[in-house]
């Protein structure tokens, strides 16, 4: 709801539009907009839906920040 773009492996197949959801992942300082790499999405109950690939496997990120945001959409 607040326009953060959030990266997330699966999600397409996973979430429907409008479904509230929490995420965690990392921010990076410099983005051109908000956003959340390496995302971990949780339904309202806390059932975790999608967690990031493990370390190795894909380009994985190099630094950021932990952030996590209730409520996204």
Do not use: K, Y
Request: proline letters at 4%.
């Amino acid at each position: 709801s607040d326009g953060t773009l959030v990266h997330a492996r699966g999600a397409a197949e996973t979430l429907r539009v409008g479904q509230a959801v929490r995420v965690s992942g990392f921010t990076f300082a410099n983005a051109p907009q908000r956003m959340i790499l390496r995302a971990t999405v949780s339904d309202a109950s806390g059932n975790v839906l999608i967690t990031p690939p493990a370390r190795g496997e894909g380009r994985g990120h190099r630094g950021g920040h932990d952030h996590d945001n209730d409520d996204a959409r």
